[in-house]
Structures are given as C-alpha cells and as structure tokens.
C-alpha cells in the first residue's frame, strides 16, 4: 500500500436535470491509488465545493459492493474495468498515471437521469411489486426444518438471489433489456418449493410489466453477465423463458 | 422517577409476551383499515413491519430516503442471524439465547425485552424460509449453524456473507407484496426531517424529497421510526454513506427521550484507514473469527513481513487472556485488546494494524473448505487492500459499527411520545451495553415481524379514527420551519465544506468519545463541540440551490444533527461513571484492565429529554435483573 499518488484527467457526464442536454466536462486530479474510485469524486466534489461550484451527482450508500445504489459506466464499461465489483469497490491502483477516464450515469429508456450521474432505477422495484415475492403472511408458516432443500439447488437459487440490483445488465445491454436482473428474482424462486404454487403466474406478471417500463428485448449478447458485479448466469434467462412458454400453456391468464 | 414507566408485563419472565399478547387491546380485522401508520426507514425492521401492518389491514405508508427500499443498510450485514432452535443439540434453548444477549449486554438491558426477543427468534427463522430466504444448507437439506462471539453454542443462521442482504430481500419481498395490492403507499428518496406532534400525540411527519426538493406533509393516526443508528457521528464507520439521525433525532427534539447514547460498539474486524481521502470503513464479518486467529508481534514496532515472525515471537493475545472464548470473545472485549496492544506499539509495524490469520487453518481444513465459508469475504479483502488473504494474513482493526443506544421505548416499542414508535438499532432496548454479533438482524425483524404488529394495536384502539389533517397548523409550521433551515443553510456561504466539519467531528468523537473515554477528554469533547456548532452557522459553506437534487445539503441537514449528538454522547459518557460493554471509562478498570461496572450506582437506563440544544433533563429507568444475576462478565 501507500504508493505515490496519480494524476488522472476525468472527463465526466454533466447533466443539471432530467429533461436538459448534458455534455462532459474535463476536471484534473491527483489522487493516491489506495483511494476508491468513488473516493476520489468526493475529493473531487469537496475542492468543486470550496470553490463555490455543483458538486458531481453520484449515488453511493454502502461502498462495500452490496447496496447496488452506485453505478458509473466507467470508459464504457458498467462498474469499470474490474470485473464482478461494483463501482464502489473500484480503486484507483487500477488506473495509471496520466490516464484519461471517462464517466457516464447507466443509460437506458427505463433509467431516466435525475441529474449527472444520478439515474432513476423505480422500473426495477415495479417489476418487483408485481411479483418478486413468495404470498406468505408473517406467521402461521412451518418449522424451517420442514422444508428440506437439496443443498445444490439451494446454492443455484442462492447464485440467483445475489443479484444487488444496481442495474448494469441493463446499461450493459445494447438494448437496455431487463432480462438478467428479472429472471435472477424469478430463477430464485422457480428453483425453491416455496416457489412452486405460483410459478406460472409469477413469471407472467414480472414479464409483463417489465415489458411496459420500457426495457428492450433479449437478444443474447450475454453482456449482462460480463457486466455484472455478482456474476449472475445468463443460465437463469434460459430458465425464465422457459418457464414462461410453460406457464402459457398451463395457466389461466395471459 | 415516575416520567418513564416501562410497561414491563407481570409473572415469571417465560410468560411475560404471552400474557401481554392477552391483556393488551385489539382492534377489530373489519376496523384496522381505518388507521392509517407510517413507517420511517426500510431496512429489516421498517420493511418486515410495514409489511406484516398492511397484512392485517392497516393502510401503511412507507418512507426511505434511498432509491428503492431495498438499499437500506441492513443489507450489508454479513455474518448472520441467531435463533435458539437448538437444531445443533449442542445445549441451546430460548434461556440460553435470552441470557447470552444479557449477559453480553453486560447486564444494562431489560430482562422482558430481551428474552422476548428470544422468544421469537425461532419464528423469524420460519418466516425467512418460508419467504424463500436462501439460508446455507447442510447435504441432508436442513439448515446449517455456526458459531458467534459471545456464544458457546452454534445457533447462527447464515447466507454466505450476505445474511443481511438475504433477510432485508425476504422482507423487501414481503413489502413488495403489499405494494402490489395497494395496501402500502411506498414513497422513495424521502427524507424524513421533522416529527409533527399535536396535542403530545406524534400524528405525522414532514419530508423532503432528495430529488427534487419539495417539502411535504404527512399524517397518520401512529409513526414508526426504523431509521438505523448513529454510528456516522464518527465520521469513519462501517455504515453506509447515508446512514444518519436526523428522524431519530428530530423526533428527540420534538420530546421522545434519547438512551444511552454512550453505548456505540466498536466493531474488532475492519479494515484499516488508508489515509486522509476515506470516506468510510468496511467490516469484514465477525463469523472470520471462528477460523481466523488474531495476533501481534511480541516486539514493539516490529518492521518484520508476517511471515518472517516466528511462532514464538506471536502474541495470540485474545487465546491468551480469554483462553475460553479466544478468538471468540465479544466485540468490546476484542476492540479493546487491539487497541491495546497497538497502544503499546505492538500493531503492524507500530501502526494501526493487528493480524486476522487464517494460515492454521487453511493447513487444517483445507483451501477449499476455507473458500466455501469466506469466499467472498476474502475476495472483498483483496478487491480493497490489493493483498490476497489465503498467502498473507489479514489486516484489521476495530471500527464504529453500532450503536445500542437510541431512543428510548417501552415494552410496547413505543417512546414517551404516544404514537411514536420505535424499532431496531434506532431503538435502545434489547442489547444493553454491548450487541452480540448476529442479534441486530434478529432484533430488527422481532421488533418488525413478531412484536410491533400486536402491540401497536394497544395504542391504536383507544385513538379515534379521526385523522389530523395536513393543513392544522402544527403542520403548516413545521413545514415552514423546515424550509427556514434549508434557507439557512444555504445562505450562510462560509469557507468550509459540510464534509470538512463532518470530519473534525468524528476526530473530536474517536478520540474522546470512542474506544475509551476519561473525564478530561469527555470534557474537552463537549466544549470542542460546542465550538464547533457556533462555528458551523458562520463558516460552513453548502452550495446549489433548494430545489433538485444538491447532495451537499442533505448532508448538512445531518451534519446539524450530529453537532447536536455528539455532545449528549459524551454527557452521556461523562455521567456514566463505571466502564460497561462498548462505554470504558478508563478511570473504572480492574488491575487486568477489565471494565469495571458500578452495579449499585448505573444499574439503569440514560434517558434525556430535550429542553433546547445543549441543554438536557435526565431521567432514569432503574433496571432489575430478576432472572439473570448481576456477576462480572468474564470470557476467561
């Protein structure tokens, strides 16, 4: 650790609201390369502060890769170049002296930006409102142990259920399709039991509004999983079809 | 003092919740849907009661500031969850859960409260499962445990190391399914920033939108706060960036006592600072301990690699003092002995360091087996301080991660306010002195899931249907206060950045108000502060505007708050003259340097009211240990 600090010439996404044209600004730094990425934008933000100018508008919470709030499209790779990290975990020993990187928010139709780096990611809690869950009420369930699950499909629904949400398979994806991040939620629980009563419909509903937000097609380019900070299988989209032929053929609705 | 009364139920302790589920009033299925509840904050406990209210037909409004409620920080829990299922048969039951969590309290929480909690742990199991929360297996397909500080037994339930992330899913799903049907109003990027009390009822609160601006009034029959801890205070913590009082204490503010606010943990396993430039601290989760060892060179500022220090010039000091617990031993106890140890200029080459090593392990269990349970632990280690933990051991040392003080409530999780409710870490209840590791996850989703949704009925039966509407005029001027600060804040153009004044805070808090506290430094703590906020009207220096997004004035807002805060802590810290759990006051030690508590004198809960800043009332809650006795908390 501790080794000289860097200098960097940023070029980033400046946009004052969501219905403005932005542009990128070009802002020089010097930074220590044990720093984070999202560290150095506060260092950045501070001194634009001192000088009486907008800070940068990004999102972070948790910095430790798990919140999936942050998401900066990094010299055009969503999280950086670093694969299977989120943009917070992203640190500078990463990048050399002199570089020039570029920084940009996820962009898709269904993200709309709230400001600079700052996008609106509600669409992926709509699709969840319509069927990311298992209709249990808080109590009146069986003891744990009565639901016994083979390990190795537990751990195939655990690799689904670590989806963190951020959002880059959709800003991966040239057509800014939502299917990696909805079939993780709908993979976890078509593998479960406690999935099983209502599989079909599930996958009908999330498809369905997903498709109403605005998220493009599929078209198995596999980006997503190449993007994505918790490596989550093009395996699961594979699976998500396949339930939703299935449950056209077995099911009341649609 | 008669101001507190804590509604602690008659009859043996093991009856206590079920009587009180008896005895406390409910309303009618038919007649819930005509009280509407607002729930501040989304994490386990916001989100598991938001969702179990509407389940039994309240009309629930839920507020995060975040994105999307699945943000909060109980996501970034790592190592797990307890429950006294005994599932091990290694001895557990619902007393031993109960008198661990006091114990490990060190004996300065209420009996009824905690073995409540007890109590329903094993139902948050079932309920997490049913939900289709992915807890780790065994091959035979039933659930797996592991072993935690402070416990003999293993009676954690994990996720990898995302317990967190999986709990706050499963409750987030369950939320989810009560949006979808209406019966949850979800209102995202809403800071709560003001608590609206009429006739000593709260009856509302007043919010500010983080995207646009806009202030605006809300108003139900109860409030819930579940708005985390005020572990930022220091600046350098292991919460998220976000993470901050402002409800809790606004809410203080307006009459709901504040608790033990002393009482912070200092987390044994974090990453060490890597210079001026950072801005927050990462955990790597307790469970490390139950295979890693901790240790520092017996030689003062020893240069030497890890590995050219030889067996025989390691001091395994945990193994050593607390030979029973070792490596285990509860997280006061751990921080303590590291900052010890490096006090005594034995850390990592004399700096701020001491070794997590996994090196017997690895040649005991194998590389593989080490993967399975840390995989990602380890991989986090790496992606940050660029070294790989399986060759060279991991760096650590403590850092602010929790806190169990917060405002206070009684049994019923309602504070001194009727109608304010208050539920996990922003609560001060179930964890004393000091929080066992993996009872913040069990504890927010008790409160949420098991508790709240009985004994808010108590209150609400007696409330007309009536509500207070948004246009009263305790509302209007709220609202009008709210929009004076940010005009304020904005206004005053000094020379220092909210970050700046933030940092020097948690300077002042660490070093005086932290791993130890005496009474000069206590002192000087609540002087500097004062200095500090006078100063903060002249010289801090927020920029933008108050519509749109302008991040730099959501975190004035807060750093406001902590001015506020930081200085009760150390009152708080001052008045507490005996060391217990996460308070050490280094003049109340044992020849061995153990805390020294002062049963005859603190055996009570802190609690402060507010008359204006600066200045408090304390009053007492006098706690009785019935079933557990009073003895000195030792792990030797």
């Known amino acids: ?254 | 003092m008669a101001v507190l009364n804590s509604k602690v139920p008659d009859g043996h302790i093991s009856e206590k919740w079920t009587n009180h589920k008896f005895s406390i009033k409910l309303i009618n299925p038919a007649n819930k849907r005509k009280y509407d509840i607002i729930v501040v904050g989304t994490g386990l406990a916001g989100s598991s009661a938001a969702a179990s209210l509407a389940e039994l037909g309240y009309n629930v409004k839920a507020f995060t500031f975040h994105d999307s409620a699945r943000r909060a920080h109980s996501i970034a829990a790592q190592g797990g969850i307890n429950a006294a299922k005994n599932y091990q048969n290694d001895g557990d039951s619902v007393y031993r859960l109960f008198y661990d969590t006091v114990k490990g309290g060190d004996f300065r929480s209420r009996e009824a409260n905690v073995h409540r909690l007890a109590e329903v742990s094993n139902n948050i199991i079932d309920q997490c499962v049913a939900q289709g929360v992915p807890f780790a297996r065994e091959y035979g397909g039933l659930l797996d445990n592991r072993s935690f500080g402070g416990a003999q037994v293993s009676r954690t339930f994990y996720a990898r190391g995302q317990t967190g992330q999986q709990l706050l899913l499963g409750a987030y799903s369950a939320l989810n399914r009560q949006v979808g049907k209406g019966k949850v109003k979800m209102y995202t990027r809403k800071e709560m920033v003001e608590l609206v009390v009429v006739n000593g009822k709260a009856c509302g609160i007043i919010t500010r939108d983080l995207a646009t601006g806009e202030v605006e009034k809300h108003s139900a029959h109860a409030v819930i706060l579940a708005t985390g801890g005020y572990g930022n205070v220091y600046f350098l913590s292991t919460n998220a960036m976000n993470c901050n009082v402002t409800a809790a204490w606004r809410a203080h503010r307006k009459g709901a006592f504040f608790s033990n606010p002393c009482y912070t943990q200092i987390h044994p396993t974090c990453l060490p600072v890597h210079g001026e430039g950072q801005s927050k601290l990462t955990l790597m989760s307790e469970s490390l301990r139950n295979d890693g060892r901790v240790w520092v060179s017996k030689k003062k500022a020893d240069m030497r690699a890890p590995g050219d220090i030889p067996e025989d010039e390691r001091d395994y000091y945990l193994e050593r003092k607390y030979p029973s617990f070792g490596n285990l031993s509860p997280r006061d106890i751990s921080s303590r002995s590291a900052k010890e140890a490096v006090d005594d200029g034995r850390g990592v080459k004399g700096g701020e360091a001491v070794y997590l090593d996994f090196r017997d392990a690895i040649n005991r269990l194998g590389q593989p087996a080490i993967e399975e349970k840390y995989g990602n632990l380890f991989e986090m280690y790496e992606t940050i301080t660029g070294e790989n933990p399986y060759k060279v051991p991991m760096m650590i040392y403590p850092a602010p991660h929790y806190t169990m003080g917060g405002l206070w409530v009684d049994y019923n999780l309602m504070s001194n306010l009727p109608g304010l409710f208050v539920l996990g870490e922003a609560n001060f209840s179930d964890h004393g002195a000091n929080r066992l590791g993996a009872s913040a996850l069990m504890q927010g989703l008790a409160d949420g899931y098991f508790v709240i949704p009985y004994t808010i009925g108590d209150y609400l039966a007696s409330e007309k249907p009536e509500l207070i509407p948004t246009d009263h005029e305790q509302f209007v001027k709220e609202e009008s206060e709210i929009n004076d600060l940010v005009k304020r804040l904005l206004a005053t153009n000094g020379e220092h950045t909210v970050d700046e004044f933030h940092k020097k805070l948690g300077r002042i808090m660490w070093n005086k108000v932290g791993m130890a506290r005496n009474e000069a430094g206590l002192k000087e703590a609540i002087e500097e502060i004062k200095e500090m906020r006078d100063s903060f009207w002249d010289e801090v220096k927020v920029v933008g505007g108050a519509e749109g997004v302008n991040q730099t004035l959501e975190r004035a807002g807060r750093v406001v708050d902590y001015l506020e805060l930081g200085e009760l802590m150390a009152r708080d810290a001052l008045e507490r003259n005996e060391s217990c759990g996460g308070h050490f006051r280094e003049e109340y030690q044992t020849n061995e340097g153990e805390a020294l508590r002062d049963d005859q004198n603190y055996t009570h809960v802190s609690a402060w009211e507010f008359n204006d800043v600066g200045d408090w009332t304390h009053h007492k809650e006098d706690l009785n240990f019935e079933y557990v006795k009073l003895a000195t908390r030792s792990y030797k």
């Not at chain 1, 298992?134 to 016994?148: F, L, M």
């Open chain 1, 1 to 254: 650790m501790s080794a000289a600090n860097i200098n960097l010439k940023l070029k980033i996404w400046r946009q004052e609201g969501p219905n403005v044209v932005g542009n990128f600004t070009d802002y020089d730094v010097e930074v220590s390369p044990d720093s984070s990425f999202l560290e150095m934008l506060d260092e950045l933000n501070n001194s634009l502060e001192k000088e009486g100018k907008d800070p940068v508008a990004f999102e972070s919470d948790c910095r430790e890769g798990i919140c999936g709030t942050c998401g900066l499209v990094i010299n055009g790779q969503p999280h950086g170049p670093v694969p299977k990290i989120a943009t917070c975990q992203l640190h500078m020993r990463n990048f050399n002296n002199g570089d020039t990187i570029w920084i940009e928010p996820f962009r898709a139709k269904a993200f709309p930006i709230i400001k600079d780096l700052m996008v609106d990611r509600a669409a992926f809690d709509d699709v969840m409102y319509a069927g990311g869950f298992v209709s249990v009420n808080t109590g009146g369930v069986p003891d744990a142990n009565e639901i016994p699950i083979q390990k190795d499909v537990a751990a195939e629904a655990f690799d689904a259920a670590a989806c963190i949400g951020c959002g880059a398979c959709v800003a991966a994806c040239k057509n800014a399709s939502a299917m990696l991040f909805v079939s993780a939620k709908v993979s976890q629980f078509s593998l479960l039991p406690q999935g099983q009563p209502e599989k079909y419909e599930r996958v009908q509903q999330m498809v369905k509004v997903m498709d109403e937000k605005g998220f493009g097609s599929c078209t198995n380019t596999y980006a997503c999983e190449a993007e994505c900070p918790k490596g989550i299988s093009v395996k699961n989209i594979s699976r998500m079809n396949r339930d939703y032929l299935v449950s056209k053929a077995v099911s009341k609705t649609v």
